[in-house]
C-alpha cells in the first residue's frame, strides 16, 4: 500500500471514528453493500471510490469548518 493510500485510509478510518453509533452503521451498512456486489465492471474494475460517495458526510453536520481545521492543526504536534 502507497503511503498516500496508507494516509487516506487512515483519514476515512478517523472519520468513521467520529461518528455516533448510528452514522457508523449506516457506514457499514454501505460498506457491506459494496462487499456483496463486488462483481467485476466491463473493464475489470470491482470497486470505483465514487461508491463512498456520502460516507462521513455525519460528521459536518454538528461542526464548522473551521473548528475542524483547528483541531487537525493542533493534533499534528
Given amino acids: 500500500m502507497s503511503i498516500s493510500t496508507h494516509s487516506t485510509v487512515e483519514n476515512i478510518c ?10 457508523q452503521q449506516k457506514v457499514f451498512e454501505r460498506i457491506e453493500k459494496l462487499k456483496i ?3 467485476p ?3 475489470g ?3 470505483r ?6 460516507v ?3 460528521i459536518w453536520q454538528n ?14 504536534d
Avoid: C, P, T
Fill in 63 to 76: 461542526e464548522s469548518v473551521n473548528e475542524y481545521i483547528r483541531k487537525e492543526r493542533d493534533s499534528w
Fill in 56 to 58: 462521513g458526510a455525519e
Fill in 14 to 23: 478517523y472519520q468513521i471514528a467520529q461518528l455516533d453509533v448510528v452514522g
Fill in 37 to 39: 456486489k463486488m462483481e
Fill in 49 to 54: 471510490i465514487s461508491d463512498l460517495w456520502g
Fill in 41 to 43: 465492471e466491463k473493464d
Fill in 45 to 47: 474494475s470491482v470497486f
